[in-house]
C-alpha cells in the first residue's frame, strides 16, 4: 500500500476529489498554504492499494492543471530590499505529488 500525499491548486480540488470519489479511492482533504506564495492551496493525502496506484496517479495528473501566477511574494533575505515589490510570475502545478510506502494500515 502507498500514501499518496498530492499538493493541488483550490481551483483543481472539487474536481480531482470527486473524481477519486467516484473511482472508490479514499481522500482526505487537507487546507494548506504554500511557502512560497502564501497562498491558499490544498493537499489530499490519499491511501491506495499498489494494484491501483497507477489509475490514481493517472486521475492527479489528468485533472490538474499548471498556471502562471503573478505575484508579488514575500521575500526572504538580501533580496527584500532589492525586488520586495517588483512582480514575479510563477507556473504553479499541475500537482506536487509525493509518495510514501504504507508500513501498517488499520481502521478501528
Ligand atoms: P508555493 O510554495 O506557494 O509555491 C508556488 C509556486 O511558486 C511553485 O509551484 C513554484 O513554481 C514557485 N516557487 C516556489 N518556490 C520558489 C522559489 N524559491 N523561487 C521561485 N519560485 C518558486 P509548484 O512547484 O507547482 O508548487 C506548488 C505548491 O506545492 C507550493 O506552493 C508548495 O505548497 C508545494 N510544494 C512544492 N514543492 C514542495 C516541496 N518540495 N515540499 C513541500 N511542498 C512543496
Known amino acids: 500500500m ?36 502564501r497562498a491558499g492551496n490544498t493537499t489530499l493525502l490519499i491511501g491506495v492499494d499498489d494494484d491501483r496506484f497507477e489509475a490514481c496517479m493517472h486521475i492527479i495528473e489528468k485533472l490538474c492543471k499548471s498556471r502562471r501566477q503573478v505575484t508579488t511574494a514575500p521575500l526572504t533575505g538580501a533580496a527584500v530590499n532589492m525586488y520586495a515589490q517588483m512582480p514575479i510570475e510563477v507556473t504553479v502545478g499541475g500537482a506536487t505529488v509525493f509518495v510514501l510506502n504504507v508500513e501498517q494500515f488499520a481502521k478501528f
Open 2 to 37: 502507498k500514501m499518496i500525499v498530492a499538493i493541488v491548486q483550490d481551483e483543481d480540488s472539487s474536481r480531482l476529489i470527486s473524481a477519486l470519489m467516484n473511482d472508490g479511492f479514499g481522500v482526505t482533504k487537507l487546507a494548506t498554504t504554500g511557502g512560497f506564495l
